[in-house]
């Protein structure tokens, strides 16, 4: 769901952008206060491997195709602060070196992928007791997806040229969202309960 | 403190990449939600008109779509990955807490 250059008007472009420095700003304070080398060293090689992981874009019959995002999955294993960091850095990389992603969507990017599914990923996850956790982290991965997209169609929806503009992007995005949603929460909770298992020092 | 197994899924996630992205992508002429909600409300897209990278859409200039996207993603990887430690690095200057 990374939005081009061209599909943002410049209000949407510069409220979305204020939004990602300041967020940008925080998170960083608070990765100088609060996180350890080792956990953000943990933050680069999932960033990485959350990059690889969205390069593989699966064709859905009726002619879509969604990739794996990942936000929800940074949020769970990272907390929000480092999250929100290691997609920042996938989406900088995407846009800056390989214009997926407009420069001026930039921000809006963020907001839907860095903030948005990181949050509710790391959220419902910390909601769900023990043995449940797969439960939430399959909810994270799904709500994550869900609302980062439903979020996206409000930014493309008031950027439209129609009036009605939110009316249809709006329900376009949220349901695609909502269906394909399912396989990141899969993935998501499949990915956490493995490495509860074979890596338990990853959830201090 | 990189674990070498870690790495080498990721790079074994690259190698497979272009099956699905340049592949199984054309098969099905590849678009997103996006792309349709953005056609239904007249959004266009600029990209093209305004790019400034020579690695567009993970391609490699003179190399094939299938083999530019690896190297393509091996520079992505790579450049995350640069920026990330540089970022760990920070949270092991002072304030930080192992």
């Not at chain 1, 008007?9 to 350890?36: G, H, N, Q, W």
């Not at chain 1, 709500?143 to 129609?162: F, H, K, N």
């Not at chain 1, 909502?178 to 993935?187: F, K, N, R, T, Y």
Request: net charge negative; glycine share 12%.
């Amino acid at each position: 769901m990374h939005i081009p250059d061209g599909f943002l008007d410049p209000l949407t472009a510069a409220v979305t952008y204020a939004i990602m420095l300041a967020y940008t700003a925080f998170a960083f304070i608070k990765l100088r206060r609060e996180e350890s080398e080792d956990k953000a060293t943990l933050a680069a090689v999932l960033a990485a491997g959350i990059f690889a992981a969205q390069m593989l874009n699966w064709p859905i019959p009726g002619g879509t195709s969604l990739h794996f995002v990942g936000g929800a999955l940074a949020g769970i294993l990272l907390g929000p602060w480092l999250g929100y960091i290691s997609l920042f850095l996938v989406l900088l990389v995407q846009c800056l070196v390989f214009h997926d992603g407009g420069i001026t969507a930039l921000g809006a990017n963020v907001l839907n992928m860095a903030i948005i599914d990181v949050l509710v990923g790391y959220a419902l996850y910390k909601a769900f007791p023990g043995k449940y956790k797969p439960v939430g982290a399959f909810l994270g991965g799904w709500l994550g997806i869900t609302l980062a997209g439903v979020a996206c169609g409000i930014e493309i929806g008031v950027s439209s040229q129609l009036p009605y503009g939110l009316a249809v992007t709006v329900p376009v995005m949220g349901v695609w969202h909502a269906i394909l949603g399912v396989v990141e929460g899969v993935i998501t909770a499949a990915v956490v309960t493995y490495l509860a298992r074979r890596a338990p020092y990853l959830f201090s | 403190m990189v674990s070498k197994r870690v790495l080498l899924f990721v790079a074994l996630l690259v190698l497979i990449s272009p099956v699905f992205g340049v592949i199984l992508s054309e098969a099905v002429g590849y678009h997103e939600p996006l792309d349709i909600a953005a056609e239904e409300v007249g959004l266009e897209d600029i990209t093209e008109k305004v790019n400034w990278t020579p690695f567009l859409d993970y391609t490699v200039p003179g190399l094939p779509d299938t083999i530019g996207y690896i190297v393509a993603g091996f520079i992505g990887v790579c450049a995350v990955l640069a920026l990330g430690l540089g970022v760990a690095k920070l949270a092991g200057r002072k304030g930080s807490k192992t």
